[in-house]
């Protein structure tokens, strides 16, 4: 059965993957290197695969992937990284054919502020798009965001 809205991640089995969602369609991945000027978060990983919309007419062939026009690092408040509060961030969002992102929501958390914060720095991202047969496509992802403070002594 194919999915017409949002995913509902609470259906999901416990401890299984988010990239489930996608269900039997070709998922693509991605690391994203990033500039960490403010935190030492690392790459994200994206897991995408293209987003169906209801009554669109469905070909067959390779998704060329987005790539990263503008990447903005979530903030990583210096307290945070003092209490050593480390793991990762999961979002789902829709990279639209135009190269936007929206449509976030929060798979797994972290803390408060840093979901929040990582809500915010995607939404800002920008992406040339992703095509398909020579056209742009809308992607649903899946994005990792790492947490990872200075290494300590």
Sequence with gaps: MERTGPPDFATLPPGAPPEEI??????????????NLNSVTGSWIIRFSELHLPGAARTSGEVNPPSPARKI????????MKDHVEGEVILYGVIRSDGTVDSIQL??????????????????????????????????AIVHIPFRGPARD
């Design 73 to 80: 690092d979530p903030k990583y408040p210096q307290e945070l």
């Design 22 to 35: 996608f269900s039997s369609r070709r998922v693509y991945a991605m690391n994203v290197n990033m500039p």
């Design 107 to 140: 798979v797994r958390g972290l803390d408060p502020l840093l979901d929040a914060n990582s809500i915010e720095a995607f939404g800002q991202w920008k992406f040339h798009p992703a095509t398909k047969d020579g056209q742009p496509v809308a992607l649903e």
